[in-house]
């Protein structure tokens, strides 16, 4: 369930970096100074990589992996906290 919506946000950082190259070049820059091209990246690498976080935040921001501001509706008319929710 959850392998559609982050492969989807993987491209979505990719498409915003091809329209960016200084920003690719960057990233780029800074995962080959941390984690070299001997190994792959590890979860214990991504503190050391705050750029490429924004990149990633960015790209979230820019592109939700879930629709926002969705409608609200109660089912049925609660009292919350001494505020009445109509059904």
Do not use: F, N
């Amino acid at each position: 369930a959850g392998s559609d919506t982050t492969a989807v946000i993987i491209e979505w950082a990719m498409a915003e970096m091809i329209k960016c190259p200084d920003v690719q070049e960057k990233a780029q820059q800074e995962l080959d100074s941390v984690v070299g091209t001997e190994r792959l990246m590890t979860e214990a690498d991504i503190p050391k990589l705050p750029y490429l976080q924004c990149v990633v935040k960015e790209a979230l921001r820019l592109h939700p992996s879930t629709p926002l501001m969705l409608p609200h509706k109660a089912s049925e008319t609660v009292w919350i906290g001494g505020y009445k929710v109509p059904k």
